[in-house]
């Protein structure tokens, strides 16, 4: 992995409705000159890509079953940049196995109810949040909910 940038990795996984630079977004914290977490996130590092992996795949089956786009809005946070806004000391966006989400025109509660239910079968065990912005994801291998 060491001569592959992320992208080449991500390409890899042959994703439908995904690409690299929608896992590498760094949150709207890191683009606000008014915030404490200002240009502070960084691209995650090579030895936790593979971590995603879980993650986009249960969004793939989320984006199928909608049928209309998704849109992260957060993946990897570094150590100060999920201090700087507030995250859980654990966040599993430190470990880049996390995304925030929101689809285009499906209520945030139909998708964490359907990230829910895949849960329930067994497809994946890991966090799920339902926020007023939105839903957070994880495939930290116990299953949490917020």
Not at 71 to 94: E, L, M, W
Request: glycine letters at 8%; hydrophobic letters at 35%.
């Amino acid at each position: 992995m060491s001569d592959m940038d992320f992208e080449g990795f991500f390409k890899s996984h042959e994703f439908t409705h995904f690409s690299a630079a929608e896992l590498l977004v760094k949150g709207a914290s890191h683009s606000d000159p008014d915030h404490k977490g200002y240009g502070l996130n960084t691209d995650p590092p090579p030895e936790l890509w593979p971590l995603i992996i879980p993650t986009v795949k249960v969004l793939e089956w989320l984006r199928r079953d909608i049928g209309e786009a998704i849109f992260i809005t957060n993946a990897y946070r570094c150590p100060a940049y999920n201090a700087a806004v507030g995250g859980a000391p654990d966040s599993q966006h430190k470990r880049f196995c996390a995304c925030d989400i929101h689809a285009a025109n499906t209520p945030h509660d139909i998708l964490y109810h359907r990230l829910k239910w895949y849960r329930s079968t067994g497809a994946f065990r890991g966090g799920i949040g339902l926020y007023p912005w939105g839903v957070h994801v994880d495939t930290r291998g116990v299953n949490a909910d917020w």
